[in-house]
Nanobody
């Protein structure tokens, strides 16, 4: 059974930094693209960032230059370092793996999901 478990969410102030982690189990994701999405209640889930198995990264315009995605293949782990957080970054953040459509930023194209972790940024 494949599981992705996120951790690291919380309440921070605008301008602060926060790091999220995601640990995968049930299969190896060593050669699989992984990514982060986020969702605000009542809105669609949005792409944040992805990283290929060889470390190629891609970010949404809203987080580029503030967020850093990284992975540790030896630990089946994915990370998201969020800097310069803004109230608009408030959302539930989801770890995802294995886009069935290469380079897709559409949630339905991703095979595996975590349960999400809440990030709240106060102004």
């Amino acid at each position: 059974q494949v599981q992705l478990v996120e951790s690291g969410g919380g309440l921070v102030q605008a301008g602060d930094s926060l790091g999220l982690s995601c640990v995968a189990s049930g299969r190896t994701f060593r050669e699989v693209t992984m990514g982060w999405f986020r969702q605000v209640p009542g809105k669609e889930r949005d792409f944040v960032a992805r990283i290929s198995w060889i470390g190629e990264t891609y970010y949404s315009d809203s987080v580029r230059d503030r967020f850093i995605i990284a992975r540790d293949n030896s630990k089946n782990a994915l990370f998201l370092q969020m800097n310069g957080l803004e109230p608009e970054d408030t959302a539930v953040y989801y770890c995802a793996a294995l886009p069935t459509v290469p380079f897709s930023r559409i949630p339905r194209d991703w095979a595996y999901w975590g349960q999400g972790t809440q990030v709240t940024v106060s102004s």
